[in-house]
């Protein structure tokens, strides 16, 4: 069994910051790759970054810069810093297994930017 547990989200204006965190536990292919996912509004799930076994990290071309996808071995977490948030990253955001992801998902965490 997988369990994705997701927390973090809330509500920020425009420029402001979250964390987000999530704790992988079960089951797991490689708990190396893991990666957030967000999903909009009227809009099909999308990946935001991801970390590989090599230790390497990708990020999607819109966060490039703002956002930062990191892991804290001790404590078996993955967290996604996020900067200068804009009203386009409203969404629910999730992780999962990187690049493949599991056909689970957790509840997620809402992330909304508004003024």
């Known amino acids: 069994q997988v369990q994705l547990v997701e927390s973090g989200g809330g509500l920020v204006r425009p420029g402001g910051s979250l964390r987000l965190s999530c704790a992988p536990s079960?089951?797991?292919?490689?708990?190396?790759?893991m990666g957030w996912y967000r999903r909009a509004p009227g809009k099909q799930r999308e990946l935001v970054a991801g970390?590989?076994?090599?230790?390497?990290?990708n990020y999607a071309d819109f966060v490039k810069g703002r956002f930062t996808i990191s892991r804290d071995k001790a404590k078996n977490t993955v967290y996604l810093q996020m900067n200068s948030l804009k009203p386009e990253d409203t969404a629910v955001y999730y992780c999962?297994?990187?690049?493949?992801?599991?056909?689970?998902w957790g509840q997620g965490t809402q992330v909304t930017v508004s003024s």
């Open positions: 970390t590989t076994s090599g230790g390497g990290t």
């Open positions: 079960g089951r797991i292919f490689n708990i190396y790759r």
């Open positions: 999962n297994q990187y690049p493949v992801p599991f056909d689970y």
